[in-house]
């Protein structure tokens, strides 16, 4: 399976090792991630706090870069950028005319339709499946464990589908 990477201004600095991290398990699952070629931040926050058309033209312009690459879809690992990138992706796919008014800032149509999936989808989406108990090589079932993955992964249900 082949998917577009797109590592966010975070793996690529202060979160490097959740980069390597996603590197190892994709490689491990069998998936090949494929960073988008020139692709740029994502806004995150600032952008959607700054103005709509600026947000979502960002991870449009990443999403457009992605749908050129003939992948499977968009792997994502920081929760950021991933809610970001998916709402931006529903919002186009779902509003015609803010659409429209992206075509206009890209200078190209981006129509919403680019599969967006966090890593930890991926990582879900293999736990059924009977090689995955043969990819583990410690038992870590004597752990007591907490997860944390933060609201952006889930939040809007509608648009996040987690």
Known sequence: MKYAFYPGCSLESSAS??????????????????????????????AHMTGEVLSLALSAYNLLLASRMKTEGVIVSC???????????????????????????LDEPYD??????????????????????????SDLSHLRVASYYGCLLVRPPEVTHF
């Open 17 to 46: 090792e959740y980069r390597i991290s996603t590197e190892k398990v994709a490689s491990s699952l069998g998936i090949d991630l494929v960073e988008i070629p020139n692709w740029i931040c994502c806004g995150s926050t600032p």
């Open 79 to 105: 929760a950021s950028c991933y809610n970001r990138l998916k709402h931006a992706n529903h919002t186009l796919r779902k509003d015609a005319t803010k659409r429209d008014r992206i075509a206009g800032v």
């Open 112 to 137: 919403g339709n680019v599969r967006v999936m966090h890593m930890l989808e991926v990582v879900m989406d293999f736990l059924d499946k009977p090689a995955f108990r043969d990819l583990v090589k």
